[in-house]
């Protein structure tokens, strides 16, 4: 089955700490994405990388890092700099121009 | 700044009742059009997607959309809800930005509530 992955579905931690959230795809696409979902406000970019070893900061970038080393994988880290990380977290891919992004089922993470 | 507005964050229907969510789009550039839904514990999915030609979308599930590019709208449509039509739908808009790179910008979603 094609599509993306992430995991796990929920996270919990401690303020303070780091975490990194996992995002894999088998689409064979170029693009990845990171958004964060919270209520009444949509989904806000994060980072993206349109190929391996690029990636640019999206709209809400601070306190966040990724790397994008392979074509299928785009780790999001939640640093202890990000002022309010409890949120819903989703990865998306995208084929390239003129497709559509596809989306994964989320991480809920809950930093207290 | 880019910007897409869904007029409605709350929606409640009874079946068979018509529906009509809005969305209008700030940018002046080529932009490709997207609905995206979420329903309950479920994956954010594809509803219908605009690129070019007839501004008439038919997407999935009898959901269908028309853009007015005079208007920057992209508004979404279906002759007759069902129950499981409940979900948060999702108006996004994909466009070359500043920076040159290509971005995806989402409306901040309305929740459709339809009673039996």
């Known amino acids: 089955d094609g599509g993306i992955t992430q995991s796990p579905k929920y996270l919990f931690r401690k303020e303070g700490q780091n975490v990194t959230l996992s995002c894999e795809q088998n689409?064979?696409?170029?693009?990845m994405y990171w958004y964060r979902q919270d209520p009444g406000q949509g989904l806000r970019l994060i980072y993206y990388s349109q190929i391996v070893n690029d990636f640019q900061k999206g709209d809400i970038a601070e306190g966040y890092s990724v790397s994008r080393e392979k074509k299928e994988s785009f780790p999001l880290t939640v640093t202890s700099a990000q002022k309010n990380p409890t949120a819903f977290y989703l990865c998306?891919?995208?084929?390239?121009?003129?497709?559509?992004?596809?989306f994964g089922p989320g991480t809920r993470l809950t930093v207290t | 700044a880019q910007s897409v507005s869904q007029h409605n964050h709350h929606v409640i229907l009874s079946e068979a009742a018509s529906l009509e969510l809005g969305c209008n789009y700030s940018y002046g550039g080529t932009v490709n059009l997207f609905w995206y839904v979420q329903y309950p514990g479920q994956h954010l999915q594809l509803l219908l997607k605009y690129f070019s030609g007839d501004p008439l979308v038919k997407g999935i599930k009898g959901f269908e959309a028309e853009f007015i590019k005079s208007k920057f709208s992209f508004n979404l449509r279906k002759p007759s809800v069902q129950w499981s039509d409940t979900a948060e739908y999702f108006c996004?808009?994909?466009?070359?930005?500043?920076?040159?790179?290509?971005?995806?910008?989402f409306g901040a979603g309305t929740r459709l509530a339809v009673h039996p």
């Open positions: 996004a808009v994909n466009g070359m930005f500043s920076g040159g790179y290509n971005k995806l910008i």
């Open positions: 998306a891919s995208r084929m390239g121009q003129g497709h559509e992004q596809y």
């Open positions: 689409l064979n696409h170029d693009a």
